[in-house]
């Protein structure tokens, strides 16, 4: 037989009603995490730009995460390359494919400073990448959101998960004192 003590400690107070259930916290802990993370990638991809900006390309960076690690990193070279398809995205795909020691990228997730054009989101469904995870917006030749949505087309059989948005502010001022100073 329970204790009349026992029955109190068990009985629910009112205001406990409408909180989150133990699972759903768990949930929601893990949501932060992920945000956190997406956060710290994307710092990298940030260095990444530094590295364009340094050697006077667009600076736009990039790094493909897979299984906690980071397996390729890019940041724009069109004009050291002499090569037009140089873009970040493309470079840390390139170097993620001969890491994993495939083309197919599906366990990886992709960490970019810019929304990617329209040529880096189609390599994004040749590659499968799982997720995509940007900074600012690019309203010129955003791919994704902005002047196309491309990762949305119906007709395509591969499904990209999509966050932008992360750390944008310090992405879109890589960017502005790159053209600020060509001026
Ligand atoms: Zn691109």
């Known amino acids: 037989m329970l204790s009349r003590k026992t029955v109190a400690r068990q009985r629910r107070p009112k205001d406990l009603a409408s909180k989150p259930a133990p699972d759903e916290l768990r949930i929601n802990d893990l949501r ?19 590295r364009a900006l340094e050697l006077g ?12 690690r980071i397996v390729g990193r890019g940041w724009n070279c069109n004009i050291a390359a002499s090569d037009p398809t140089a873009h970040a995205e493309i470079v840390a795909l390139r170097e993620a494919g001969v890491t994993v020691g495939n083309h197919r990228l599906g366990d990886c997730e992709l960490f970019v ?23 600012a917006d690019d309203p010129k030749a955003g791919a994704v959101a902005s002047l196309m949505q491309v990762l949305k087309h ?18 879109a001022e890589v960017l502005q004192e790159f053209f600020r100073n060509r001026r």
């Open 113 to 135: 400073t810019i929304e990617p054009c329209v040529m880096c989101a189609g390599a994004l469904v040749h590659a499968r990448i799982r997720r995509l995870v940007y900074g």
């Open 57 to 68: 390309e667009v600076p736009v960076g990039a790094v493909v995460v897979c299984a906690g």
């Open 32 to 50: 932060m995490d992920e945000l956190r993370l997406d956060e710290l990638w994307m710092d990298e991809a940030l260095r990444c730009a530094q």
């Open 154 to 171: 119906p007709h395509l059989n591969h499904r990209v998960e999509v966050r932008g948005g992360v750390l944008a502010g310090r992405s």
